[in-house]
């Protein structure tokens, strides 16, 4: 069993990548500033950017960040699963500065992942745990894809297959009033269920991402393949590479440098697993651009056109 090993690791201060429901993770113990240290150099990733705390169950979560009656609900609603709260700190949070980047809050989730479970309950701290690749590819959902961007850079990898959902977690922020601040893997409709009003969507601006990161992982370049990727594709020019959707063939297809489809039969839930797999898939040498097809906006649709405006908008932020 993977968990132990896993765990002694994290405790002397080691990187592991690991599977949770959502994305592979790379985890360090939260309550150690120099491993999340270490986890933001191999990352590559900016030091602003505070990272979530993957704890084994509400109780855990209780005694880091301080819970109102909205949050209760919906941790108690969704948790294990694809949502993160973002809540004030409790008193005495152990969780490294470093790891909240110096915030008075604090993003926790409790993953559903049997893998992700053993490895938090051996431990019995928090798990800070961005996705596992490189700054600004896509995250990763096998560990295949978790090598290829950290193979010799991290201590351990845990290979749990392929991931079931696909598509980072939804990120709400109960602080005052709950917000929307990632569309992710659980859909809106199920939390507006929850809370009985709709949730207001906290739209982030690159630029004012930059001075206060209220979510700094939605920089629009966060996603960004190095091929252009153009959306609402209604047909395939010359030398592109097509992610397709659904059932339907557009003009020019049977030309395109490539072809993958998010899901044949126009199923939302499988177009979200396979979204950065074939993204990571598409995009590779020869292949200068790739046009998407549509996806609707309803259920976790709105996660998956996110993260596609994303990597549109990464190649352009590139370009200029
Ligand atoms: O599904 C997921 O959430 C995956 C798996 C591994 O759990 N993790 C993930 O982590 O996507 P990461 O680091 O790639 O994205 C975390 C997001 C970032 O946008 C970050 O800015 C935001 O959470 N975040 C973290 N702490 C925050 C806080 N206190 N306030 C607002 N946003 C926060
Ligand atoms: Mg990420």
């Known amino acids: 069993m993977a968990a132990p090993a896993a765990a002694a690791t994290l405790k002397r201060g080691g990187l592991v990548a690991f599977p949770t429901e959502t994305v592979y993770g790379l985890g360090a113990d939260a309550t150690q500033a120099e491993a999340i240290a270490r986890l933001y150099r191999a990352k590559g990733r900016p030091a602003f950017n505070p990272l979530i705390a993957h704890v084994a169950d509400l109780a855990a979560a209780q005694a880091i960040a301080r819970f109102g009656p909205q949050s209760l609900a919906l941790a108690r609603a969704f948790w294990p699963g694809p949502l993160t709260l973002v809540l004030p700190k409790a008193e005495g949070c152990p969780v490294a500065e ?9 993003a926790i989730r409790v993953p559903a992942h049997p893998v992700a479970h053993a490895i938090l309950t051996a431990l ?38 392929p991931v079931a959902v696909g598509v980072e977690s939804t990120i709400v922020s109960c602080l005052d009033g709950p917000r929307l601040l990632r569309p992710g893997g659980l859909p809106r409709a ?15 601006d690159e630029h004012a991402d930059t001075a206060h990161p209220l979510a700094p992982g939605m920089l629009a370049s966060h996603y960004a393949p190095r091929a252009a990727v153009r959306l609402n594709a209604r047909s395939v020019a010359p030398g592109e590479a097509l992610l397709a959707f659904g059932p339907a063939v557009l003009p ?6 490539a072809v993958l489809n998010l899901s044949p039969r126009g199923d939302l839930v499988e177009a979200a697993a396979h979204l950065f797999g074939h993204l990571r898939a598409l995009d590779r040498p020869g292949i200068t651009a790739i046009a998407v097809m549509p996806v609707p906006m309803e259920d976790l649709g709105e996660a998956i056109n996110d993260r596609l405006c994303r990597a549109a908008a990464g190649r352009e932020a590139e370009q200029t």
Not at 190 to 204: D, F, K, N, Q
């Open 98 to 106: 470093l790891a909240t980047a110096g915030l008075e809050t604090i």
């Open 124 to 161: 019995g701290r928090p798990v800070a745990a961005p996705s596992a690749n490189l700054s600004g590819h896509v995250s990763p959902t096998t560990a295949a894809h978790v090598a290829s961007d950290l193979d010799g850079r991290i201590d351990l990898i845990v290979d749990g297959g």
């Open 252 to 257: 020019g297809a049977a030309d395109a440098a």
């Open 190 to 204: 199920a939390i507006e269920r929850v809370l009985g009003h709709p949730l207001a969507r906290v739209v982030t």
